[in-house]
Nanobody, 127 residues
Framework: LQLVESGGGLVQPGGSLRLSCAAS????????IGWFRQYPGNEPEAVSC????????MYRDSVKGRFTISRDNAKNMVYLQMNSLRPDDTATYYC?????????????????????WGQGTQVTVSS
């Protein structure tokens, strides 16, 4: 599984962005997909995940009610709609795949549970 992130940019506080994660490889439909973000000098932190079938989604507390993850298995795409963005959302965002599909068990796991990382996409929230 290989993933490529896109959709980042500069947005004012309170604004919105939609990140996209494009997948290639035969295991996409069987993999949970997670979005992670990384601040400079820090380890990646889990933001959200969606199970392979899309029936289970998980969010870290700080983004609940503001971010929505979705997937289109026919297009091999996963999206992260980010609304009401705040300066502390500023980070590089990555998506990863988990063939064990821990997200289906309501587990928002760490980055080490995922692979297939892309180059990331930068999100900057600033006025």
């Amino acid at each position: 599984l290989q993933l490529v992130e896109s959709g980042g940019g500069l947005v004012q506080p309170g604004g919105s962005l939609r990140l996209s994660c494009a997948a290639s490889g035969s295991t996409f439909a069987f993999s949970a997909i997670g979005w992670f973000r990384q601040y400079p000098g820090n380890e990646p932190e889990a933001v959200s995940c969606i199970s392979s079938g899309g029936g289970t989604t998980m969010y870290r507390d700080s983004v609940k009610g503001r971010f929505t993850i979705s997937r289109d298995n026919a297009k091999n795409m996963v999206y992260l709609q980010m609304n009401s963005l705040r300066p502390d959302d500023t980070a590089t965002y990555y998506c990863g795949g988990d063939l064990r599909d821990y997200c289906a068990q309501h587990i928002l796991g760490p980055a080490r549970d995922y692979d297939g990382w892309g180059q990331g996409t930068q999100v900057t929230v600033s006025s």
